[in-house]
């Protein structure tokens, strides 16, 4: 056996099996009997064999006879080789007509008397030669025993049993497989259902959910407005009894003063006089009042019920509130008082804004102060300015408005002050607080909401703004306080009548464009942040939502936040609402940096006046872009150039010319001699006495914050329920990709039939790129659509590693359930040989693999860019997959390739169920292919080593998104 099989594995793959090596019984010079096929030969009496140690084959040149049934007789080869199992393999039969000993298609020695048919003379693999296999719809027990099958079983070729069939499953008399199509048909029912089910209900839960919190929110408003209405009756009574008594305190005092001439009572008179029935109702009332101060005092810690008018206990603080009633119920009843206070305040006129700074139990933020000096801001390589020479300070509890015609570099301002600018080349200093420490240090602190809307379009707005509070506000604020924190700012932008509407995509509407740019002053206004920077936070707002966020702002401001934000022609009434204004001229230069109140008694002092009925800002805009002209004498490229002589700051060489023009339009007792002796800006003269660092330094990062937020595993665990809503509310996007994974599985599963000579391979191949292509797609809506929201949210000072892990856990909920879906049709109209387990175990480690690199491709490319990877990828690297042997470097390349791991895989699941009679064929299979039956789990470990590889990769990639 061990001659024959080493002759066959060095026999040429295309040639016949039964040439075999010259040897001692069978060479040019001797030929007994037994060397022709189905014959055999035994070893001489005389001689001894050492059968265990055997180095060659012995002399068998005895009693040559006829191959016995059960084995098989090589031709060339002198002895007999027992058929495996899974074979049948009887004496043949000659066919007198066409001379062949049947079924195995050898002829007789030409000229030969004595010889007869004998045994079967080969083994081979199925593709050359099925003639020892037992037939398909047969199973053979025995090598000399064939039996066909039974109905409710099946018989695969080289059985050497009968299979009982599944229940609900089709097999009749002889056949070769079961029929699944049946369970089939019940599993594409029973996942449509399910999809169904998950597509309509899905939100439906969240809706429920939210209808359930509505209606406890709605009880806690009205709860919060009975009590605070109880609370004025209340303090109505006591102001009512305190009048009363005060009233008789004096009615008692004028009855005791008309009653001085009048003459005494008589001692023996037992009956009370009206003055002592005056002082004892006095005494009660004020008894009553001194009890009606201390219960209203101490009402805080109580609730009154109006319906039976019982006072019952609440609990005081927020940290021992854990229901949603009672946070609702702490967090209204907080609102009801602010309002109540504001409203005594007047509305925030100057003395309510004195009357709340005083307020011992206001609450207190950081300040952050932020002063420039000479910010300067060049393109690299093209020597353009975009901010020249910029000086000033922006004051906390202030509101800054940043203006200018278009090309001003309002927005490279902003973006510079805030630390985001790239590209540039930035000189000057920036100090906060006095010290040159970067933005970076305090951005935990730091608000900034940018032109576009960037917001999470399938949440809804309260989802976006909790979610926002929760991550970025202190860790060790109880969860009522950031509720209240979240209720505040949806009161204050007037949003609760849209806070459960979703916000919108572009497939799916939402609330309005206005609505969307509250929501998104709103995100940063939840963080309670010290320095609050907007980009034109007014654009697309009609004129009462603008003085609708403008009064939020300026409620922000009051408790001490630093704002500045861009503005494009502002109303008169915003503009008035501003504390200070940065008016800025083309290139970058300032033209004016001060208080409001007096930007029109600084361009007046050199003969620009505003007309009448002409808002302020509009007119210096219209100058600063050359529509107006301004008065005799000057022109608005002069400006910059008056507001640093005004400061006393020093004038760039190539804007001198200008001074010498200004100088000629004074004479005579010109505006530049009064602008030359006028006093220097407050912000310029306190800039003067501070020498610091000309130097910005950006690189040095320490938290300066004092704010510690929430860490890794709290950040994670609000990243995983809010990518949770957002699948949840995607049920239609994930149910399509079920659903062609459903179709892609009965189709590949119908092309691909498992054969014995290639077990399974084309389909398999197919198999992979299929799954590669749709689990890539899928992999890429993970991150290509939320790139901007990741990056504004990284800015923030969110976790990045909570983010990629969330996203990918909730992906690998997908992993677990897609292989099903995708193996309950191909597994049943394919039907291989392997298990289920086993196909289910490749197809999850695979799909685990392409989800790592379509997470690389949607994080490094652009959208179109990683779709169109995602389609070649798969398609290309099955072909390196299937290069040739001989090919030397696609042999190299094939072993890097994940179709190689997983065909091989697939192939090897396969084909360890084919043994016995299919020895030869599955070894000569694997041969060919290069693959190693033993290298099963290697396989998958590549694959899943893969998988981690290519997320560690994406995760790299989103760590340097988050920096450019």
Not at 162 to 178: D, H, M, R, W, Y
Not at 688 to 700: A, R, T
Not at 751 to 774: E, H, N, P, Q, R
Not at 815 to 825: R, Y
Request: proline content about 5%; hydrophobic content about 35%; charged content about 20%.
């Amino acid at each position: 056996m061990k001659f024959y099989f080493s002759s066959f594995m060095e026999t040429d793959a295309d040639a016949d099996a039964q040439v075999l090596k010259l040897n001692r019984n069978c060479n040019l010079n001797s030929w007994v009997p037994g060397c022709e096929p189905g014959w055999a030969c035994s070893i001489p009496e005389t001689e001894q064999a050492d059968l265990k140690n055997i180095k060659e084959i012995p002399d068998r040149v005895f009693d040559s006879q006829p191959c016995c049934a059960g084995f098989f007789c090589p031709r060339g080869l002198t002895c007999m080789i027992p058929c495996p199992l899974g074979s049948y393999c009887p004496r043949a039969q000659l066919n007198q007509s066409t001379g062949v000993c049947e079924p195995y298609a050898y002829q007789l020695p030409p000229g030969s008397t004595t010889h007869s048919c004998g045994g079967a003379d080969v083994w081979a693999g199925v593709g050359g030669s099925d003639d020892i296999f037992c037939a398909a719809g047969s199973y053979c027990p025995s090598t000399i025993q064939v039996i066909h099958c039974s109905r409710g079983h099946y018989c695969m070729q080289g059985s050497t049993e009968e299979t009982v069939c599944f229940k609900l499953s089709t097999c009749n008399p002889n056949s070769n497989s079961q029929n699944l199509h049946a369970y089939g048909f019940m599993l594409i029912g029973a996942l449509s259902l399910v999809l169904i089910v998950f597509y309509n209900c899905s939100d439906q839960v969240l809706t429920t959910r939210y209808e359930r919190i509505s209606k406890s929110r709605e009880r806690a408003i009205k709860s919060a407005r009975e009590t605070a209405h109880a609370r004025e009756k209340w303090q109505v009574a006591k102001d009512a009894a305190r009048k009363g008594a005060i009233g008789l305190q004096k009615q008692l005092s004028r009855t005791l003063s008309r009653n001085k001439g009048d003459a005494p009572v008589p001692a023996s008179s037992n009956k009370p006089t009206g003055v002592h029935n005056a002082k004892k109702e006095a005494g009660n009332l004020t008894k009553m009042v001194q009890s009606l101060d201390s219960d209203l005092d101490s009402n805080s810690g109580f609730d009154l019920a109006i319906g039976d008018r019982n006072i019952k206990k609440q609990v005081p603080k927020s940290k021992q509130l854990h229901t949603k009633s009672q946070i609702f119920k702490y967090a209204y009843g907080q609102l009801e008082k602010e309002k109540a206070m504001e409203q005594m305040q007047q509305n925030l006129t100057f003395s309510g804004v004195i009357s709340m700074a005083t307020e011992t139990d206001m609450k207190t933020r950081p300040t952050i102060e932020l002063a420039f000096k000479d910010l300067t801001i060049t393109l690299r390589n093209k020597h353009k300015h975009l901010m020249r020479r910029v000086t000033g300070k922006l004051l906390p509890g202030r509101i800054s408005a940043v203006m200018g015609p278009s090309g001003a570099g309002k927005t490279t301002f902003l973006s510079a002050v805030a630390g985001k600018i790239r590209g540039c080349h930035i000189s000057g200093s920036i100090l906060i607080n006095g010290k040159p420490d970067s933005i970076h240090c305090y951005k935990k602190i730091v608000g900034f909401v940018p032109q576009d809307d960037i917001v999470h379009g399938n949440l809804t707005v309260e989802e976006n703004l909790g979610f926002s509070a929760r991550c970025r506000l202190s860790a060790h604020m109880p969860k009522a306080d950031k509720v209240l924190v979240v209720e505040r700012v949806i009161e204050a932008l007037g949003l609760q009548a849209i806070r459960d509407s979703l916000v919108g995509t572009v497939e799916k509407r939402g609330i309005s464009g206005g609505q969307r740019k509250r929501v998104n002053v709103g995100l940063e206004m939840v963080m309670e942040p010290s320095l609050l920077i907007l980009d034109e936070p007014t654009s697309g707002l009609d004129s009462s939502s603008s003085n609708l966020l403008i009064r939020a702002l300026k409620r922000e401001a009051i408790e001490g936040v630093n704002i500045c934000m861009v503005l494009h022609q502002p109303s008169y009434t915003l503009y008035q609402m501003f504390d200070d204004i940065v008016l800025l001229a083309k290139g970058g230069l300032t033209v004016y940096h001060g208080p409001v109140k007096k930007v029109e008694e600084y361009f007046g002092s050199f003969g620009i006046h505003v007309p009448d009925r002409v808002n302020p800002p509009d007119h210096f805009i219209d100058i600063l872009e050359g529509i107006v002209k301004p008065c005799a004498g000057v022109t608005a490229e002069q400006l910059p150039v008056r507001w640093m002589l005004h400061n006393g700051y020093s004038v760039p060489p190539d804007m001198l010319h200008y001074c010498d023009e200004i100088a000629s339009a004074s004479k005579g007792g010109s505006s530049i001699s009064a602008q030359e002796t006028a006093e220097p800006s407050t912000l310029g003269s306190e800039w003067k006495e501070e020498e610091q660092e000309p130097s910005i330094k950006f690189l040095k990062i320490h938290d300066l914050s004092n704010r510690q937020t929430p860490g890794f595993m709290r950040q994670y665990r609000y990243f995983l329920g809010r990518i949770c809503k957002q699948r949840l509310r995607e049920a239609q996007l994930q149910a399509a990709d079920f659903f062609i994974l459903l179709l892609a599985g009965a189709c590949l599963g119908c092309l691909s039939k498992t054969k014995g000579d290639t077990f399974g391979y084309y389909g398999y191949m197919y198999s992979v790129i299929a799954v590669s292509l749709l689990c890539k797609i899928s992999a890429i809506r993970s991150f290509s659509m939320d790139k901007l929201h990741y990056k504004r949210e990284r800015d923030a000072g969110m976790s990045t590693l909570a983010y990629f892990l969330s996203k990918d856990t909730i992906d690998l909920f997908n992993i677990l359930i897609k292989p099903l879906v995708f193996l309950s049709m191909f597994y049943s109209f394919s039907n291989p040989r392997s298990t289920f387990p086993e196909n289910y175990i490749i197809v999850l480690c695979l799909m685990y693999c392409v989800t790592g690199i379509g997470y690389v491709f949607a994080i490094a490319l652009q959208p179109a860019q990683a779709q169109l990877w995602c389609v070649l990828l798969p398609v290309v690297l099955t072909l390196i997959a299937n290069q040739d042997k001989g090919d030397k470097v696609g042999r190299i390349l094939r072993h890097y390739c994940y179709p190689t791991w997983a065909l091989e895989a697939f192939l090897i699941a396969n084909a360890q169920r084919f043994s016995g009679v299919w020895l030869i064929t599955r070894c000569a299979s694997l041969n060919d292919l290069g693959y190693d039956v033993h290298r099963w789990v290697i396989c998958l470990l590549n694959l899943i080593l893969s998988g981690i590889g290519f997320r560690v990769m994406s995760y790299y990639s989103l760590v340097k998104l988050g920096r450019k």
